[in-house]
């Protein structure tokens, strides 16, 4: 089985910053794109931002330059460093992996989320 634990939301003021982490755990052979989702109340879950196994990064429009994604393959875990954050960043924070568990076997893995409130 395979786990992605997340951890670092909470309740900021905007201007703030925050620190999200997500650990992957458990038969994992090798771990290829890490992201993060978010999803707002009543809106959709949207890409905030995703890093290849070799550091490639891609981000969402409203977080460039704000946020940085990095990973850190040794101990399987993605961060996500937000900085400036403003009230619209309020969301549920999700965990994305693609992990091979076996040589031809890959599956999608969320975390359960993590909870950003940013106040005004």
């Known amino acids: 089985q395979v786990q992605l634990v997340e951890s670092g939301g909470g309740l900021v003021q905007a201007g703030g910053s925050l620190r999200l982490s997500c650990a992957a755990s458990?038969?994992?052979?090798?771990?290829?794109?890490m992201g993060w989702y978010r999803q707002a109340p009543g809106k959709q879950r949207e890409l905030v931002a995703t890093i290849t196994s070799s550091g490639s990064t891609n981000y969402a429009d409203s977080v460039k330059g704000r946020w940085t994604i990095a990973r850190d393959n040794a101990k399987n875990t993605v961060y996500l460093q937000m900085n400036s954050l403003k009230p619209e960043d309020t969301a549920v924070y999700y965990c994305n992996a693609f992990i091979y568990i076996g040589i031809y076997n890959r599956n999608n893995y969320w975390g359960q989320g993590t909870q950003v409130i940013v106040s005004s």
């Open positions: 458990g038969s994992i052979l090798r771990i290829e794109t």
